[in-house]
């Protein structure tokens, strides 16, 4: 299963209904010069183990700070 470019909580969703094992890693920037919108997280990485646990790294739309 593809899970990039998803919104994060739709993944988890068909993942745990197809009883699937996953983790998640939420990813930050470096620099917070705009706002994270945490409720609105995609994943932008997968990787399947061995074992067929998907792992996860999600990361936050950027919001626009208005002037």
Same mark, same amino acid.
Do not use: N, W
């Given at each position: 299963?593809?899970?990039?470019?998803?919104?994060?909580?739709? $993944?988890?969703?068909?993942?745990?209904? *197809?009883?699937?094992? +996953?983790?998640?890693?939420?990813?930050?920037?470096?620099? /917070?010069?705009?706002?994270?919108?945490?409720?609105?997280?995609? $994943?932008?990485?997968?990787?399947?183990? *061995?074992?067929?646990? +998907?792992?996860?790294?999600?990361?936050?739309?950027?919001? /626009?700070?208005?002037?």
């Amino acid at each position: 299963m593809d899970t990039v470019a998803q919104s994060l909580a739709l $993944v988890q969703q068909e993942l745990d209904k *197809a009883k699937i094992q +996953y983790t998640v890693s939420v990813t930050h920037p470096t620099r /917070k010069f705009f706002k994270l919108q945490e409720d609105c997280l995609y $994943v932008i990485r997968q990787h399947i183990d *061995a074992d067929g646990i +998907y792992h996860l790294v999600a990361a936050g739309k950027m919001g /626009k700070e208005v002037f």
